[in-house]
């Protein structure tokens, strides 16, 4: 026999000799308690059929819905006219937890907003890592070729030219030079790398020496020198470029 409790709606399955003509019955998902007979069983059951054929009814003629109804079986706990009285009210079952599958719309919103998480963190970095390049290069040198590749600074000596006049004595090789500030603001000069090479630009010798000042104005011009002792009788060229660190 079927039996439906009336607080809830819950239904049961239940032996008929069970129930006999008339029982006390306590819902197991509600805890309401309840006289169950048979003429009243028969008024609820045919309103709970009226409503669900309603309820169908209504489903049938709307757009169908994909939905997951877990399946549950509860057990009725029965008590007899002789019992004494619950203590401490009707009790309920616990329900089993329910895995609920969010809809794709939704786990297609919640990837744009993590995507969209990403790409400001990394902005947020790039801008952070642009602001602090002065300091970091400062720190650790051997960014500066990233930040120069990256074009976030501008590689040693921009704006700065440098001329030479070697001069060859009997025993040395003497390099003067001038090093000029072309661009419309100072420039730090890094050090100067002053290399000598053959005819066929293969490198000889090789010289790193100071600037000859840390600072250039706009246009302003320094002069610097150095020279080779006994360098390569074969030695034609000189070639000077900024340290790199």
């Known amino acids: 026999m079927i039996v439906t409790c ?15 003509a008339g029982r006390r019955l306590r819902c197991a998902s509600c805890g309401n308690i309840w006289r169950y007979s048979l003429e009243a069983a028969a008024i609820h059951e045919a309103i709970f059929e009226a409503t669900a054929a309603a309820e169908a009814a209504a489903v049938a003629t709307a757009a169908p819905v994909p939905t997951a109804v877990p399946s549950q079986v509860e057990q009725l706990r029965t008590e007899s006219r002789d019992a004494q009285p619950h203590p401490a009210g009707p009790s309920t079952l616990q329900r089993p937890s329910v895995a609920v599958d969010l809809p794709a719309a939704t786990r297609r919103r919640s990837a744009r907003l993590r995507g969209i998480g990403l790409i400001t963190l990394a902005i947020g970095i790039v801008f952070a890592l642009y602001a602090a390049r002065n300091p970091i290069v400062a720190l650790w040198p051997a960014a500066a070729p990233v930040y120069t590749t990256l074009r976030l600074i501008e590689p040693p000596g921009a704006g700065l030219e440098v001329t030479v006049t070697p001069t060859r004595t009997s025993d040395s090789l003497v390099i003067n030079g001038s090093v000029v500030n072309g661009a419309a603001v100072p420039r730090r000069i890094p050090q100067l790398r002053v290399t000598l090479r053959d005819g066929n630009n293969t490198n000889l010798d090789v010289k790193i020496i100071d600037p000859p000042v840390q600072t250039l104005a706009p246009g302003a011009t320094a002069r610097f020198n150095t020279s080779f002792d006994h360098p390569s009788i074969t030695a034609t060229g000189v070639a000077v470029t900024f340290v790199t660190q």
């Open 6 to 20: 009336p607080a809830c709606d819950t239904r049961y399955v239940v032996d008929d000799s069970a129930l006999g």
